[in-house]
Structure formats: structure tokens, C-alpha cells
């Protein structure tokens, strides 16, 4: 794929790192003179392109009519918004992406500006850090689409319902599967009729209610 | 008519100005409460700071009831934004931009936004003005392809008929400025030197204009 990143800083290099590792051609375009040198020290110098991301030129230079998605992650919404809208409009890019500095600019983030997809933040942090207060003794491990699902582990203390019971017979949430646990070190493949002992640890894939009722389930 | 002005820079004060004047409901919306210094301590409209882009401020602006809205900040990319924004979830029906710097004249133009471009417009006059031609534009219409000079007769032309210059069927569209006075076509008027005569022509006519003042100059 070729992905187009307007703005280096803080997300636009960690994806740009990411997709590259992936094989994917990236360009990343960027005009602070601060960000663009540290830019240089940890991306090869022909997927840096300095300039304003607002130029047209350079956004065609950048091979924008080429590119299958534009990621606009500047810490200026307005940019963000002026720049899916553009790449739609004038350059048919299939898929933009916007990220959301501003909370409250967030009702603009839909097809008034041919945003594909808006990344709201502060709000996504937000929710996590509330999640992860919620949770007790349960650890998010991946995160996934957006935050909506997640790998979760929880341990099982001692005293708790789960234990002695076979997985079968366990009343798990709907959106929550068992996918592995871990015994003294070992992992163990969950079948049905495997019994489940205390200190066993558990790895279970989730939807956010899912998490909660699994972290009261093994909970004291 | 109710009338948004955003940016209250030296365009966007002195334009809520004339707006107010007028006889238009006006209300000046600017990121930093310092601008407001712009406005004169007598000026009828509304001010409100904030951020032009957030619902709250929007609606203290009362766009909902707006007719107009101008974009007059110093940011080209704002200013888009925010015009397209009142355009389409609020279906203003008269918005207008200004662009700021012309590097960026095609980017808004790319909105498909109306464009003021106070620089690249103030840059023609310069050099117009700087010119030895006597044929200055004033402006262009592009909605009904209409254009204005300004054509200030030299020397060379004393005696000559003022039907002489006109293209065919631009005599009703023609004012001349002569000292302090005001004259208008006549079949025999002839010029005088320092004549500042003023001509609304369709842009299909100009090339005609040309001509006319080519055999005028080569006399």
C-alpha cells in the first residue's frame, strides 16, 4: 500500500516506523524544522518530505494521486479536515484518515470533509485509562479495532468461583472466548472439560462489557 | 441582513464596520479577545470570542440565522474551512473567503468557495498603476463576465472622438471624469488630455478595447 502521512509528530512517525517495518511505501510530509530533524534520525531521508502539508504541489510530489490512504495526523485540525477533504476532492484517494486534537472538533470529522476515518485522542486515551481503573487485577494486553475488543489476562485467586469448574460449565459473557492459560509456567490448551485451578492465568479475548463481567467473575 | 464576520484583523474590523453602517446585523467572532481592539468603541455589532469550529460558539453566533458569512482571518486554511463548513451544514447562502497569502489561492479555490485575494488583488493595482498604459483593470466580474477599466487619456489623444475608443454597442456603459465634473457618451465629445474615463465592457469586448487603443497609441 501507499500511504501518504501529513504531520511527524508524535503518531505520524511511530506509523510511519510501523508500516515501513510492514513493507508498505510511506511518505511523510512535515514543515517544523525541530520535528523534521528528528524525523531524519529515525526515517530513511527519501520517506521525508519537508513542507507545509497544505501545498498542493508538494502534496502531488508526494505522489498523493497514488496514494491508497492519507493519514492526517498534524496537531492543526483544521489542517487534518482542509487536507481529507482536499485528497478526496481533487486527488480520488480512497480512504482518509483524521486525527481529532481538539474534542470538540470532533463533529466535524465525517463526510462534511470526506473523512473516512476520525481518531479521536483524547477521548480513546480517555476511555482506556477509565477501562483499565475498572479492571482490578485484570491486565489489557492488545488492544484491538480501536479499543472495541481486546486480549485481556487475569489471574484466579484462590476461593473463587472458577475454580474447580470445567470450562464448559464456567458462565462466561457472550463476547469472550478462553484462548489460553498459562499453569506454573506452562501453557495450557483450553478444551471444555479442562478444570480450571486457582493461580491459573488466563488469556481471553473481549469486548469491552465482556472484560467487565470476566474481571468480577474472577474476582473474590 | 444577519452577517458573520470571522477575524477581527484590520479587514475583518474595518469590513463589521461597513457592514454595521450599512444597516446589517453583525457579529464578529475572533479566536483572541485582543483583536476586538480593532473595532471602534462605537461599533453596534455582537462579539464573541472563541473557537470558530466548535458547535458551542456557533451558536452563540447564532448561525442558524446567519445570511452571510465572511472568512477573514489571516489563515488561508481556516478560512476554507470554515466557509465550506457554513456552506454545507448550514447552507449560508452568500459566503465569502479571503485569501491571505496567494501561495495559497489555489488550495481554497479547490473548495469551490468565492475568493477575495486582498495581496494578489492589491499586487495588479501596483502594477498597473506603475504601467505607462493607459488601460488599468478595476475589476472583473466572473459570474456575469463583466469587466471595468479605467482609462486615463493621454496627451496624444486630445481632439480624438471618444466614439473612437469605445468597442461597438459599450457607449451607454461609459463615464467620463473630467476635472471636477461628470460627462456622459456624446456622438461628438472629444477627449482631453488627463480624461479619466471609466468603461464597463463584457470580456468578450475586451479584446476590441485593445485594439481601438492600439490604433489610438500608434496615431
Keep these: ?220 | 441582513m444577519n452577517v458573520i464576520v470571522v477575524g477581527c484583523g484590520r479587514l475583518g474590523s474595518t469590513l463589521a464596520v461597513q457592514l454595521s453602517m450599512s444597516g446589517h446585523q453583525v457579529t464578529v467572532v475572533d479566536g483572541s479577545a485582543a483583536s476586538f481592539i480593532n473595532l471602534p468603541a462605537d461599533f453596534h455589532g455582537r462579539v464573541i470570542e472563541g473557537d470558530m469550529l466548535t458547535r458551542d460558539v456557533l451558536h452563540r453566533a447564532e448561525i442558524e440565522h446567519a445570511d452571510a458569512l465572511a472568512a477573514v482571518t489571516n489563515s488561508d486554511t481556516l478560512n476554507a474551512v470554515v466557509a465550506h463548513m457554513a456552506k454545507v451544514v448550514y447552507h449560508i447562502r452568500n459566503v465569502v473567503v479571503r485569501n491571505y497569502n496567494p501561495h495559497w489561492y489555489r488550495f481554497q479555490e479547490a473548495f469551490g468557495l468565492d475568493i477575495v485575494s486582498t495581496a494578489g488583488w492589491g499586487m495588479h493595482r501596483f502594477e498597473d498603476l506603475l504601467s505607462d498604459n493607459p488601460l488599468h483593470l478595476i475589476f472583473t466580474d466572473d459570474k456575469s463576465k463583466t469587466a471595468i477599466y479605467q482609462i486615463i487619456a493621454p496627451k496624444k489623444w486630445q481632439g480624438h472622438l471618444l466614439k473612437e475608443l469605445l468597442p461597438e454597442d459599450s457607449s451607454q456603459n461609459v463615464t467620463i471624469a473630467r476635472k471636477s465634473n461628470i460627462l456622459q457618451f456624446a456622438e461628438d465629445l472629444t477627449l482631453k488630455s488627463g480624461d479619466v474615463i471609466y468603461l464597463t465592457i463584457s470580456f468578450e469586448q475586451v479584446s476590441a478595447l485593445h485594439k481601438r487603443l492600439n490604433l489610438l497609441q500608434e496615431d
Design chain 1, 1 to 220: 500500500m501507499y500511504v501518504l502521512i501529513a504531520g511527524g509528530e508524535p503518531v505520524g512517525l511511530q506509523l510511519a516506523k510501523f508500516l515501513i517495518a510492514q513493507h508498505h511505501q510511506v511518505r511523510l510530509i512535515e514543515n517544523r524544522q525541530q520535528v523534521l530533524a528528528h524525523l531524519h534520525q529515525k526515517l530513511p531521508t527519501e520517506v521525508i518530505i519537508e513542507g507545509f502539508v497544505t501545498e498542493l504541489d508538494l502534496l502531488e510530489k508526494a505522489g498523493v494521486r497514488q496514494a491508497d490512504v492519507l493519514v492526517a495526523c498534524t496537531p492543526s485540525d483544521t489542517e487534518n479536515l482542509a487536507l481529507c477533504y482536499l485528497a478526496h476532492e481533487l486527488y480520488n484517494v480512497p480512504r482518509t484518515i483524521g486525527r481529532i486534537n481538539d474534542p470538540s472538533h470532533a463533529w466535524l470529522f465525517d463526510q462534511k470533509y470526506h473523512v473516512n476515518v476520525a481518531l479521536n485522542e483524547a477521548t480513546i486515551l480517555a476511555h482506556l485509562i477509565e477501562e483499565e481503573m475498572s479492571m482490578g487485577d485484570m491486565m489489557t494486553l492488545l488492544k484491538l479495532r480501536r479499543g472495541n475488543f481486546s486480549v485481556v489476562e487475569a489471574r484466579i485467586p484462590e476461593g473463587t468461583e472458577p475454580v474447580g469448574v470445567a470450562i464448559k460449565n464456567l458462565v462466561l459473557p457472550d463476547q469472550c472466548i478462553i484462548a489460553a492459560i498459562i499453569r506454573r509456567g506452562e501453557m495450557v490448551v483450553p478444551r471444555g472439560n479442562t478444570v480450571l485451578e486457582a493461580s491459573d492465568e488466563v488469556l481471553a479475548v473481549t469486548d469491552a462489557e465482556g472484560a467487565q463481567q470476566l474481571s468480577e467473575l474472577f474476582s473474590v
